[in-house]
């Protein structure tokens, strides 16, 4: 089944210069780029993306980080992409992730527990459609 997903490349990503490497892994398994773009996230635009971990303890340092400099917003598309790029991106901890995965080959705890790990991907099919609205409301 043909799928989009959101993918957010964070402010770690873009500052390392890692943007271009985790596109190649993208380009590589196939995933058609359907829309991409630099830019700043603002708090009502984070609000609404993290809205399920709002009162988490780690959600207002994930919040700062995400405001911390620019991110990279893609939308895929491709059979099961939403699975496959969370394949890709490998575990949440990227001290634990996979080698291999994104998280795991370029990622570690720099101090800052997890929030510091390169890439967004959305989780099912309705994330996705939600995700993808609140990025690019014109798709
Ligand atoms: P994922 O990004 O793998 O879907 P998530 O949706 O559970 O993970 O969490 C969203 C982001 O919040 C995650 O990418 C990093 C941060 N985060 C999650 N759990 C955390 C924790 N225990 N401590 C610090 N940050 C955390
Ligand atoms: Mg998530």
């Known amino acids: 089944m043909t799928q989009r997903t959101l993918v957010l490349l964070k402010?770690?990503?873009v500052k390392r210069g890692q943007a271009g490497e985790i596109i190649r892994r993208i380009e590589a398994k196939g995933y058609a780029l359907v829309a991409l773009e630099l830019r700043s996230a603002t708090p009502e635009v984070l609000a609404e993306h993290y809205a399920e971990h709002e009162g988490?303890?780690?959600?207002q340092p994930l919040v700062d980080f995400m405001l911390s400099g620019p991110v990279v917003a893609i939308v895929l598309e491709g059979e099961r992409c939403i699975e496959g790029f969370r394949?890709?991106?490998g575990a949440t901890d990227p001290t634990v992730a996979a080698p291999g995965t994104v998280r795991g080959d370029?990622?570690?705890?720099w101090g800052l527990k997890v929030?510091?790990?390169?890439?967004?991907?959305?989780?099912s099919p309705e994330s996705a459609?939600?995700?993808i609205a609140i990025w690019f409301p014109h798709l």
């Open 115 to 123: 929030q510091q790990n390169l890439v967004h991907g959305s989780d």
């Open 87 to 89: 394949s890709l991106a």
């Open 11 to 13: 402010p770690d990503a």
């Open 56 to 59: 988490k303890p780690f959600y």
């Open 106 to 109: 370029l990622g570690r705890d």
């Open 129 to 131: 459609e939600r995700e």
